[in-house]
């Protein structure tokens, strides 16, 4: 059965510290596809990558950074810097090797604060 | 341009009344999805389509029921609304290649 975990359920930094979110999946498949999104407080879902099963490059983008580890099932998000406007929900997701309308299995989340 | 769009935003109505969501993306994008957020803000998915075809149909109540007139729309209909029934509910597309799901802006329902 596939499953995501992120165990911190709420994290609360100060504006510039540099901050980890925790992802970890379970799956049976070979071939599978993994995916952050961020809920800010106005509620709506915002895609922030995606990752093969097949690629375990890390992967940065500005401020953000993804550490992908096949051999721990973790895929950690990394947000250098912090800034209050970072304050979110993130949620780890995980999907089946693609085929038309697989969903999404995604983790409860992580609620990130960031106080100035 | 808004990708994917649904109307209302919010919707607050009475227990047993019928009530619908709309979705529509202008993506290009051959797949949509309905999913429900609750409370404690866990995302399940509900259903999907594929070229206005039900691929995914999760435990979910009879008394909803998807309909996909064209790839563009995914409509949400409820029947006898229930408390439990008070969600968010989020709709989504994609193309099948990728599975990068955008999501619409979400429906806060409110049962009383």
């Known amino acids: 059965a596939q499953k995501v975990t992120q165990a911190q359920t709420e994290i609360s930094v100060v504006e510039k510290e540099d901050v980890t979110l925790d992802c970890v999946y379970e799956?049976?498949?070979?071939?599978?596809?993994l995916f952050w999104y961020k809920q800010p407080p106005s509620g709506e879902l915002v895609f922030l990558i995606r990752?093969?099963?097949?690629?375990?490059q890390n992967e940065i983008s500005g401020r953000y950074s993804w550490n992908f580890q096949k051999s721990t099932s973790s895929f950690n998000f990394t947000i250098t810097a912090s800034q209050v406007v970072d304050s979110a929900v993130y949620f780890c997701?995980?999907?089946?090797?693609?085929?038309?309308?697989?969903?999404?299995?995604f983790g409860k989340g992580t609620t990130l604060s960031v106080s100035s | 341009d808004t990708a994917v769009s649904q109307t209302p935003k919010y919707l607050v109505t009475q227990m047993g009344n019928d009530k619908s969501i709309k979705c529509e993306q202008n993506?290009?994008?051959?797949?949509m999805y309905w999913y429900k957020q609750d409370s404690k803000k866990f995302l399940k998915i509900m259903f999907s389509?594929?070229?206005?075809?039900?691929?995914i149909n999760e435990t979910v109540p009879n008394r909803f029921s998807p309909k996909s007139p064209d790839k563009a729309h995914l409509n949400l209909h409820i029947n006898s609304l229930e408390l439990g029934d008070s969600a968010v509910y989020f709709c989504?597309?994609?193309?099948?290649?990728?599975?990068?799901?955008?999501f619409g802006p979400g429906t806060r329902l409110t049962v009383l």
């Open positions: 989504a597309s994609s193309q099948a290649a990728n599975n990068e799901q955008f």
């Open positions: 389509y594929n070229n206005k075809e039900l691929i």
């Open positions: 993506l290009g994008h051959d797949t």
């Open positions: 997701a995980l999907s089946e090797a693609l085929q038309a309308g697989t969903a999404l299995i």
């Open positions: 799956t049976r498949d070979t071939t599978y596809y």
């Open positions: 990752r093969n099963s097949f690629d375990e």
